[in-house]
C-alpha cells in the first residue's frame, strides 16, 4: 500500500516543497523515516504514531518506511508530522480522499492528536506561490495550491494572496473534511495584539534635552542609512540617543515588511497575529553574546541578532566589551549589506540591510577628555581599551560622533520641542531624493565606489579640503568614500543637488576617531 502526500519544510528563508511518499508492506512492525532527516523530523515517528492512535484510528503493525523526496535535501522542523500522518491514514485506506494532490500540509502534532504550530509558515506560503508559478505547467505542483495549517498559523498564512489557506485544529477533523466535498471549515484563534518586540523604541526627540551635535548627526545617520559610533563619558545620553534614533526612521514598505516578517516567522518570534511587522526592528545584543548569537548559524543555521536587525538598528551598547572574534564578524557584512553562514549542513544567505548605532566610553573610567572630571587610566590602559575595537571595523563607521558630558542648564533647557515625527519627516524628504536618484529603497550608504564617484563629485574648494584631510589624518580609502557618502546626505538633507563645501566640512568633523582618541 502507497501513498503521497506534500508538505514543506524551510532552509533559512528559502521554503522547500517536499514529497512525503508512505510505502505499508508486510514483515516485522517497524516504522522507518529516510531521506535526510534531522533529529526533529526521525522523532516524528513516535509523536505520529501516539497521534494516529489518539485519534481513534489504528496504527498498522507493519513495515511502515516514509521517504522525505527529495532525498538529498536536508530536512528540519517538526511541520512534516502531519503530512506523515495524513500519508500513513492514506496508505492503510483510513483517509479515502482521492484528492491529497490539491493539498500542502504542515503542522506539528501532539501525542493526542492535536496541531501545533509551527515556525516559518509565512515562508512557506511565499515559497509555494513562488513554486506554483515557476511550474505551472507540472500538473503534480500546479494543483498544490492550498496550505493547511495549525489554527495558530493561518493568519499568518493568509497574508500570501494568491494562496488558499485553511486550518483544523485536531488530525481527526483534518481527515473527515478531506473526505468530505464540502469546503473547510476553517478554526482560527483569537488574534494576539502586536508584540513590541520589533520595535522597543519609546523615545521621543523631545525627550533628549541638549546635544544640538549629537542630534543632528543622528539625524543626518537616519537620512543617509549610515553606521554611527557614539563615544561620551557615562550618562551622557548615548544610550537614551540610540533608543530615540529608531523612531525617526521612515516606517518599512510593503516589500521590507514581508522581509521583516519572514525573518521573526522563521525564528518562532511573531505572535500570531496575522499581521507584518509594521516598525523597523531595534535590537540591542548584551555584550556576552557569541558569534552564532550575533551573525547566526547553530544546527539549523537560523538567523542571528544582525539579520533579525534587518531593515532596522543594531545597537551595540559598550562596544569595546564585546569580544573580539564578534566584533570582526560584523566587518564583512556591514560592507555587503548580506551575510553568507556556511557549515558542514549546507550554505545561507541572510540579508544585513541594518543600520549599527555603537557607544562607547572613550576610556576604561569613561572620563578620558571630559573638563569636569579626571580620568585616572594610564597611556597603557587606554590604548588597551581602545585596541579591542580594530582599526578594519572602526573604518565601517561612517560617523564617529562625541557626546560630551551634560553641564546643568544643558540638562534643564527644554526650549528644543522638535518631535520625532518633524524629524522623521526631513529624513523622509531626503530619502526620497535618493531614491530618485539611486532607486526604490537603495539609501546613500549603499552606494557602491563607482555611484559614490558620481554623485560625491566636490567643487575646487571642496576637493582641495579633503586632500589637505585625506593626508594630515592618514585616511583609508574606505574612509574617503563615506564621508563623500556623508556629505552627500547632509546635501540632500538640505535640497542641494550639488555637494557644497560647507557639506563636506560638516561631514569631516563627523570623523572625530581619527583624530581626537588617538594618544
Avoid at 533559512?12 to 505499508?24: N, T
Wanted: net charge neutral; proline share 5%; charged share 20%.
Amino acid at each position: 500500500m502507497f501513498a503521497a502526500v506534500y508538505g514543506m519544510t524551510v532552509i533559512g528563508l528559502q521554503a522547500h516543497l517536499i514529497r512525503v511518499e508512505v510505502d505499508v508492506s508486510n514483515g516485522l512492525p517497524s516504522f522507518e523515516i529516510v531521506g535526510l532527516a534531522t533529529t526533529a523530523v526521525r522523532e516524528a515517528r513516535d509523536r505520529v504514531r501516539s497521534a494516529i492512535r489518539n485519534s481513534g484510528y489504528q496504527f498498522p503493525l507493519q513495515r511502515v518506511t516514509v521517504n522525505l523526496a527529495p532525498a538529498d535535501l536536508r530536512k528540519a522542523g517538526s511541520g512534516l508530522d502531519l503530512p506523515i500522518a495524513i500519508g500513513i491514514l492514506a496508505a492503510t485506506e483510513q483517509c479515502l480522499c482521492s484528492t491529497l494532490i490539491h493539498y500542502v500540509f504542515t503542522g506539528e502534532l501532539s501525542l493526542e492528536g492535536i496541531l501545533r504550530p509551527v515556525p516559518g509558515v509565512l515562508t512557506m506560503a511565499i515559497g509555494l506561490v513562488r513554486e506554483h508559478n515557476k511550474h505551472s505547467a507540472g500538473e503534480s505542483v500546479a494543483e498544490c495550491l492550498c496550505l493547511i495549517v495549525p489554527p495558530d498559523n493561518l493568519a499568518e498564512a493568509r497574508l500570501v494572496t494568491g494562496l488558499e489557506a485553511h486550518s483544523i485544529s485536531t488530525l481527526r477533523r483534518i481527515t473527515q473534511a478531506l473526505e468530505k466535498t464540502s469546503d473547510f471549515e476553517d478554526e482560527m484563534l483569537a488574534q494576539h495584539p502586536q508584540s513590541q518586540v520589533y520595535n522597543s523604541s519609546q523615545v521621543d526627540w523631545t525627550d533628549i534635552h541638549g546635544q544640538q551635535h549629537a542630534k543632528r548627526a543622528l539625524e543626518i545617520a537616519a537620512a543617509g542609512g549610515h553606521n554611527v559610533v557614539l563615544v561620551g563619558p557615562p550618562g551622557s545620553g548615548k544610550t537614551l540617543l540610540a533608543k530615540a534614533y529608531s523612531g525617526i526612521l521612515p516606517q518599512l514598505s510593503e516589500q521590507e515588511s514581508i522581509e521583516v516578517t519572514q525573518l521573526y516567522s522563521v525564528c518562532g518570534l511573531l505572535n500570531c497575529n496575522g499581521s507584518l511587522v509594521q516598525h523597523r526592528p531595534f535590537r540591542s545584543p548584551h555584550h556576552t553574546i557569541t558569534k552564532v548569537g550575533m551573525i547566526g548559524g547553530g544546527r539549523d543555521l537560523r538567523p542571528g541578532e544582525l539579520s533579525l536587525a534587518n531593515y532596522g538598528v543594531l545597537f551595540l551598547d559598550e562596544l569595546p566589551e564585546f569580544a573580539r572574534e564578534v566584533l570582526e564578524c560584523l566587518r564583512q557584512p556591514l560592507e555587503d549589506r548580506e551575510l553568507t553562514i556556511t557549515r558542514q549542513s549546507g550554505s545561507i544567505t541572510y540579508p544585513a540591510h541594518v543600520s549599527v548605532i555603537a557607544s562607547m566610553n572613550p576610556c576604561p573610567c569613561g572620563f578620558f577628555g571630559d573638563q569636569g572630571r579626571a580620568c585616572h587610566c594610564t597611556p597603557m590602559q587606554i590604548q588597551n581599551y581602545r585596541g579591542r575595537i580594530s582599526g578594519p571595523l572602526l573604518d565601517r563607521f561612517d560617523m564617529h560622533i562625541e557626546v560630551p558630558r551634560l553641564n546643568y542648564s544643558e540638562l534643564k533647557n527644554s526650549n528644543d520641542k522638535v518631535p520625532s515625527s518633524v524629524v522623521r519627516e526631513r529624513v523622509m524628504a531626503a530619502r526620497r531624493r535618493q531614491w530618485a536618484r539611486l532607486g526604490s529603497g537603495k539609501t546613500n550608504a549603499e552606494m557602491t565606489a563607482k555611484e559614490t564617484k558620481k554623485y560625491g563629485k566636490l567643487t575646487s574648494n571642496g576637493e582641495s579640503l579633503l586632500q589637505r584631510i585625506f593626508d594630515s589624518q592618514h585616511l583609508s580609502a574606505r574612509a574617503h568614500d563615506r564621508i563623500l557618502r556623508v556629505a552627500r546626505t547632509i546635501a540632500d538633507l538640505d535640497g542641494s543637488s550639488d555637494i557644497l563645501p560647507e557639506h563636506l566640512a560638516e561631514a569631516i568633523q563627523f570623523r572625530a576617531l581619527d583624530k581626537r582618541l588617538q594618544i
